[in-house]
């Protein structure tokens, strides 16, 4: 038995072991391109539940119709875009959160907590400042991103982000100025 008998009872190889250093990643999403891509995916999966759980707060506890519509919206546009990066990181054997991130989660404590035209006014605001950093960071991910799905997919979606933040702001416009 000697030296076959020998390899037998030797460990696995640690080149075998799974990496947790970072435990956002799993090992599918280190298949992409560069990490400036998969932190974009990892954000725009966690923003895209909290533009879906916002939105039925909105669509719930807004007094403006103008707000509802857009809360209707986000829940329509998002949950959309959520399934088109979700088969993009099936295709990349990646493993997307499934809660929104501590930031969001703060923003949809506090509505909870807030009624009529101070919900309305609150949600609207920070639906515009949400979706003017969505509109860059996915700018960003379509002009320089090196995974090509979720290039495309950053291009595709820029588009209706662009349109989120028009009514947004249009929305904004009528419920910010008056107390209704």
Same mark, same amino acid.
């Given at each position: 038995m000697g030296i076959i008998g020998a390899f037998l009872v030797l460990p696995p190889p640690i080149a075998l072991t &799974?990496?947790?250093?970072?435990?956002?990643? @799993?090992?599918?999403?280190?298949?992409?391109?560069?990490?400036? %891509?998969?932190?974009? #995916?990892?954000q725009v999966s966690q923003g895209g539940l909290a533009e879906v759980q916002?939105?039925?707060?909105?669509?719930?506890? #807004?007094?403006?119709?103008?707000?509802?519509?857009?809360? $209707?919206?986000?829940? %329509? @546009?998002h949950s959309n875009a959520d399934d088109r990066l979700k088969q993009i990181a099936q295709q990349e054997n990646m493993t997307l959160p499934a809660t929104m991130n501590? !930031? @969001? $989660? #703060?923003?949809? @404590?506090?509505?909870?907590?807030?009624?009529?035209? &101070?919900?309305?006014?609150?949600?609207? !605001? #920070?639906?515009?400042k949400r979706h003017q950093e969505d509109v860059k960071e996915f700018q960003k991910e379509a002009s320089k991103g090196k995974d090509q799905a979720l290039k495309s997919f950053a291009s595709q979606t820029l588009p209706i982000l662009q349109g989120h933040l028009s009514d947004a702001k249009s929305a904004f416009a009528q419920v910010g100025s008056t107390g209704y």
């Open positions: &799974q990496n947790t250093s970072r435990p956002y990643l @799993d090992n599918g999403a280190r298949r992409l391109t560069s990490t400036a %891509d998969t932190v974009f #995916a990892m916002l939105g039925h707060l909105a669509v719930s506890k #807004a007094t403006s119709p103008a707000v509802r519509q857009f809360g $209707q919206r986000m829940i %329509d @546009d501590p !930031k @969001d $989660q #703060a923003l949809y @404590d506090k509505l909870q907590m807030l009624s009529g035209p &101070q919900f309305d006014k609150t949600y609207i !605001k #920070a639906m515009v």
